[in-house]
Structure formats: C-alpha cells, structure tokens
C-alpha cells in the first residue's frame, strides 16, 4: 500500500517527538491556516457586497454565508489549538486512562452528528488502558473524528487492539476518501485536499505531542491511520524512561495532574440564555479557557442546535428551565449519562457540582460565575474521562 501522507506525519515524526517541530512545517501550517480563514471569508465577503448592491439574499445564499462564516470560524478555533501545541509551554501528565472507554465516550457525544451527516461509524475495541495525559488523549480523539468526519465517503472503521510483541495499544481508522462510484476517475490518484486539511494538522500534532505515532496510508480511494500508543498499562517491558522523555514528569518522579492551562481547549460549549448580558457574561468567564463558545436564546433554538450535534457542555439560565428543557435533558441524557449542564442561577446559590446534587445537574450563582465557572467546568468536562 503506497502512502501519500506528507512528510510530516512520517519522515518527521521522530524529532517532533522527542520536542524538536520543524520550522519549516511550523510555517507551512501558518500558511495553510491563513488559506483556510481566507478563503471561506472571501466567499462570504462577496455575498455580502452581493446583498448590499441588491439588498436582497435568497434562502440558499444565506445558508451559505452562514457555512462560509462558520468554516472560518472553524479554522481560527483549530489555529489556536494548533499555536497550544506549538508553544512549547505543556506539561503533560502521565495518568492511567482507560482508552476503550474514552474512545466510546467521545462516539457517544458524536453521535448526532454522525447521524445527521448519514454516516456510520463501525467499531471492534478491545478493553485496553493507557498511560498518557487525560485531556489531550480526549482533544485527540475528537480531532480524529473531525477529520475523518469532513473526509469520509463511507462508514468510518474503528479497530482498537494490541500489536504483537512489544505490545502497544493501536487504534486505527479507515475509511474511504473518494465515492466508490468515482474510483475509475482518472482523478482518483489524487489526495483529496480534506485529507491534508488543518483538521488533519491537528490530529497529527497532537499525537506526536502525546507521544502516539501516526501513521496514515492513502491508496486506492481508502485512508488508514494508525495510531499506536506505547504506553500500555501494566506493560514494564517498555520501560518508564521512555514515557518520561515524552511527558514532562516532575523532577522528583512524582507524577502530577496535567497542569496544561488550558485542559479543556477545543471542547464545546453551548450557552443558552434569554438575556443578551448574562450570555455575555459567561463568554467572558470562559474566553481564557480555550473553548468553542456558541449561545442561543432559547430551549427551542438549543433543541434545533443539538439536533446539528451535541456540544460537550451545556450551560444555561435557571430561568429556562421547564418541560422543553426537561425535553432537552432527558433525550441527552438518553444518549450521554455523563453530559455536563451547569445552571445560573440568579439568587445567591453556594455553588453544587453534579456529584453533589440529587438531580445530576452543577449549579452556580451568577455573582460566583466570573470566579468558578471554570473550575466547575473542568471538573464537569472531565468526569467522564
């Protein structure tokens, strides 16, 4: 099988992982982030000069506009996860993870999205567990599934099991990146641009920040990316020196919890509010995490946003609540137990975790919301690793 992936994910993945990046590859992904934002916002600049000079906009216009903005968006949000990766500044833990659990976890949350879209994703995990860091182990399987999301022409196979001796855990991904019915089109020996994506930037830097070799094949219309962690669980054979090259173990062998500032970076939170300054409000007592930040006004707009696809982390007005919110709680819930709402209250409230509330649901005082809404968060984001 002949491999198409660029240098990068292969040729160069050794020095990226013992902490050396190309600059070279640094600069040719600046390039490519600033050709992703541009491109989509050229196309919704030109629409909008259209809507001006006409001071008219048709449905399927509009809708595009709207994708042409949110593509853009999405660029920015994977640019500032990729400037994380790139600064030098994490310090990874090394934490017992069970990864079967976490990759289902993260299947669960896509689900909707998986289901909107009319693709299905097929799995065959065997129950391994790995020693690597928490959140980048989740921001890496996400990515995975947003790469292969945007790329896939068919079902997504997911094959979790262990490599012969020395064993790793290998985790590996294939699907198909051209339709079967194109794959005599002469053109079917190209790579697909969606394939070397900045979607795809992400999933491979942040395995080889992790520590986790990637490897991706491209032939015959088929992708296969294997990702193989070396840190299994119980596996001495391998060594721990190893493993404290790649995660920054503390110098006097202790090994803390992550103390990345921003461990839930890339994760998706979704506001609903009536009132436009308390949306506010919580955008800003969330803007330093990293996240991906959207709000509506209302449950009816929040039901028809999570039809799209579900965020990881609901965050709304105690004010809201009623029978389309307890809609809305019971059909998540239905398909994540571990999904995380946290409710603003406006009276004072001490502030709950879901741990300590009988209804599963955190709680927070808006006076206490610029304070520990964060902590909440990444206690709630967390709790299902």
């Known amino acids: ?160 099991d262990l490599t012969p001796w020395p064993a790793k855990a290998r985790l590996v991904c294939r699907f198909a990146h051209r339709s079967l019915d194109l794959l005599d089109d002469p053109r079917a020996a190209e790579t697909p641009a969606a394939l070397n994506s900045l979607a795809w930037r992400l999933v491979e830097q942040t395995a080889i920040t992790l520590g986790v070799l990637p490897l991706r094949e491209d032939e015959a219309g088929i992708t296969v990316l294997t990702l193989e962690f070396p840190h299994i669980v119980g596996d001495e054979a391998n060594g721990l020196a190893a493993t404290e090259r790649v995660l920054d173990a503390e110098p006097d062998g202790e090994h803390q919890p992550s103390s990345n500032s921003k461990p839930l970076a890339g994760s998706h939170i979704l506001i609903i509010a009536q009132r436009r300054e308390l949306r506010s409000q919580l955008q800003v007592a969330m803007q330093h995490m990293g996240l991906i930040i959207d709000g509506v006004g209302s449950m009816e707009e929040a039901h028809q946003f999570c039809a799209e696809g579900l965020p990881h982390g609901i965050v709304f007005e105690a004010r809201l609540r009623g029978p389309e919110f307890d809609r809305l709680y019971a059909e998540v819930m239905r398909e994540v137990p571990d999904f995380s709402f946290v409710e603003v209250l406006d009276e004072a409230h001490k502030t709950q975790l879901s741990t300590a509330t009988p209804d599963g649901l955190a709680r927070i005082s808006r006076q206490h919301v610029n304070d520990a809404l964060p902590s909440v968060l990444l206690f709630e984001l967390s709790k299902g690793l």
């Open 1 to 160: 099988m002949r491999s198409n992936t660029p240098p990068s994910a292969s040729s160069g993945a050794a020095n990226d992982v013992a902490g050396e990046p190309s600059h070279a590859q640094w600069a040719e992904i600046v390039q490519q982030l600033g050709a992703e934002i541009a491109g989509p916002l050229s196309a919704a600049l030109e629409r909008i000069h259209k809507l001006v000079s006409t001071g008219q906009i048709d449905r399927q216009s509009l809708r595009a506009l709207r994708e042409s903005v949110s593509q853009a968006r999405e660029a920015g949000m994977v640019g500032q996860q990729l400037a994380r990766l790139a600064s030098g500044r994490l310090h990874l833990s090394r934490e017992k993870m069970h990864l079967t659990q976490v990759l289902r976890s993260v299947l669960a949350q896509r689900s909707r999205e998986t289901q909107a879209r009319g693709i299905q994703v097929r799995q065959v995990l065997k129950p391994i567990e790995v020693m690597t860091d928490g959140s980048l182990l989740f921001a890496l399987l996400n990515a995975l599934m947003d790469w292969a999301l945007s790329s896939t022409h068919s079902s997504i196979d997911l094959r979790l």
